[in-house]
């Protein structure tokens, strides 16, 4: 399975402004997945991020308010911009299984926890 | 649009007890259903993955069944433990290399 780490783990932040959020993988993968999970609900997508092209954005999430980087196959960011009280929640990037096998099990990282005030 | 549904929402039950949590789904066209454990502000941690061409898989204490053709899941856990206190997260996958269509979670507790 895969080792991916995120930072920050969590964080506080002030309205209007921006938090950007590091996911790191342990192995070359071509594809990540960034959901975010608001407080009592399940995981959405907001966005894939493949190594190489723009990210696909889910509907309802836009490259304003979650521009995406992916400068290599190891390594992603998230931006929050302009955050508001209602951008609080967890916020996990994943990949699918690397180990060759066509199962498509899928790994996420500890989440970032972030409260907007 | 694949929707994932699980039931119930929450359960309580006495240590020693087994337990089944259930996952259906709308669109039967899975590549396949993966069964998650998420702890309180944390990640998620992948318990068990069913190929759609697969009818069970077991780890442990825990046994998840998957009717395709029906769109359920379920999720067997034998002899239920304090520590085995946590959300279950049911989720299913489109195609190989897809994101996951994720349920809205089981919370369950296991009381001494």
């Known amino acids: 399975s895969a080792v991916i780490s995120q930072k920050p783990s969590r964080d506080i932040c002030q309205r209007g402004t921006s938090l950007t959020i590091q996911c790191q993988v342990d192995?070359?993968?071509?594809?990540m997945f960034w959901y975010r999970q608001q407080p009592g609900q399940s995981l959405t997508l907001i966005a894939t991020?493949?190594?190489?092209?723009?990210?696909?954005?889910e509907s309802g999430f836009v490259i304003d308010k979650f521009p995406i980087s992916r400068p290599n196959l190891t390594f992603s960011t998230l931006t929050v911009s302009n955050m508001s009280p209602e951008d609080s929640s967890i916020y996990l990037c994943?990949?699918?299984?690397?180990?060759?096998?066509?199962?498509?099990?899928?790994?996420f990282g500890p989440g970032t926890r972030l409260t907007v005030l | 649009k694949q929707e994932v549904t699980q039931i119930p929402a929450a359960l309580s039950v006495p240590e020693g007890e087994n337990l089944v949590l259930n996952c259906s789904f709308t669109?039967?066209?899975?590549?396949?259903l993966q069964w998650f454990r998420q702890d309180p502000g944390k990640g998620l941690t992948s318990l068990l993955l069913?190929?759609?061409?697969?009818r069970e898989q077991t780890s442990g204490r825990l046994n998840a069944s998957l009717d395709k053709s029906s769109g359920r899941s379920t999720l067997y856990i034998a002899a239920s433990q304090p520590g085995d206190s946590a959300t279950y997260l049911c989720?299913?996958?489109?195609?190989?290399?897809?994101?996951?269509?994720f349920g809205k979670g089981t919370s369950l507790l296991v009381t001494p």
């Open positions: 991020a493949n190594q190489g092209s723009e990210a696909t954005y």
């Open positions: 669109d039967s066209a899975i590549y396949n």
């Open positions: 989720a299913v996958s489109p195609n190989s290399g897809y994101a996951l269509n």
């Open positions: 192995s070359q993968v071509t594809m």
């Open positions: 994943s990949v699918p299984d690397i180990a060759g096998r066509a199962y498509n099990e899928q790994f």
């Open positions: 069913i190929q759609s061409s697969q």
